[in-house]
């Protein structure tokens, strides 16, 4: 029994009275597309601040669109949907969201039109998803699926077999994380995070037309390093030992925040510990989650009335 609520077809409701049949085509076939939100709680003011939440919620509405899930609820109404769920469960502590768009048709077959399009979002208390601070990775040898195949730039379930197919291989041989390679055997991202690397002085990325998830954070990684900390930044093709021979390599995402891989492939990363970049740029990024810069501000949506 579980006394929280969920936000489904746009009205708030018990999370146990929400049931999905066994029929489901979002259960059948993984018909359906996502988001991760983190909401951080401000300890000392007592305050709770959604991050970024018309970011996921556009990409939300892009993803449902791509794979003909589109539904009536706009971005407004998704953003304050959620600002009244997270007051409702009574979220004190930092909060991941995860907004869900689903076939709920019941027929036979893996079919997408006139789908029975269900809404719901729930919430989950989620500090640290990193088990560590400092993380070791390996090149899986299965490959990220492209725009022609299962389209990245669209957070689409499905997806997340091959995800899970790659952190599978790589935690079996030891590693913390994978890393995917395209078709074309460019890097691409880890399971659930984008990639970056540092090295004589430009901070380089996958490009998006490398099969990445276009992620929130790494957009805001990408502003961060080019207007805080005056670095180049460069969008573009990456090679697989480029990672063995960067002077840093870290992950950027919701969950995974900004964290720092130390070792690719049993090969040490620079020093081997998290360097200068990383650690500036994480400082950046928690320092601006509670609303405390301006600049940044408006991405930090308080929950509570004070
Ligand atoms: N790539 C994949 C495959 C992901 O699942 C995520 C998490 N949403 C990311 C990258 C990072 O995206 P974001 O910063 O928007 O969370």
Not at 95 to 109: A, E, K
Not at 173 to 186: K, R
Not at 234 to 257: H, I, Q
Request: with cysteine; charged share 30%.
């Amino acid at each position: 029994m579980s006394e929280n609520y969920v936000f489904y077809q746009g009205e708030l409701v018990k999370e146990d009275d929400v049931k999905i049949s066994v029929r489901s085509k979002a259960f059948n076939y993984g018909l359906g597309v996502f988001e991760g939100i983190r909401a951080y709680w401000d300890d000392k003011n007592e305050q709770l601040y959604a991050f970024k939440l018309k970011d996921h919620y556009e990409r939300l509405k892009q993803s449902a669109k791509t794979v003909n899930l589109d539904f009536d609820l706009s971005v407004e109404d998704l953003c304050k949907g959620t600002v009244e769920l997270l007051k409702k469960n009574n979220c004190r502590q930092t909060t991941y969201l995860r907004p869900i768009v689903y076939n709920d048709s019941q027929d036979i077959g893996p079919t997408l039109d006139n789908a029975d399009v269900k809404v719901v979002i729930y919430t989950q208390p989620l500090n640290k998803y990193a088990g560590k601070s400092e993380l070791s990775v390996g090149v899986t040898s299965w490959r990220r699926l492209s725009d022609n195949q299962l389209p990245p730039r669209t957070k689409a379930t499905a997806a997340y077999l091959n995800s899970a197919l790659a952190a599978l291989e790589t935690k079996r041989a030891g590693f913390d994380e994978a890393i995917f390679l395209t078709d074309a055997n460019h890097v691409c991202e880890g399971s659930g995070e984008n990639i970056f690397l540092f090295k004589k002085g430009k901070l380089v990325t996958p490009s998006t037309s490398d099969n990445i998830l276009e992620g929130i954070t790494r957009e805001l990684v990408i502003k961060l390093a080019q207007e805080e900390l005056g670095l180049e930044v460069v969008e573009r093709s990456v090679s697989r030992t480029e990672l063995y021979a960067a002077d840093e390599v870290f992950f950027s995402g919701t969950a995974m925040e900004v964290t720092p891989v130390v070792e690719v492939d049993h090969r040490t990363v620079g020093t081997g510990h998290e360097g200068e970049v990383c650690k500036k740029i994480k400082e950046l990024f928690f320092g601006l989650t509670l609303g405390q810069n301006p600049k940044y501000v408006e991405d930090c949506t308080p929950v509570y009335d004070k």
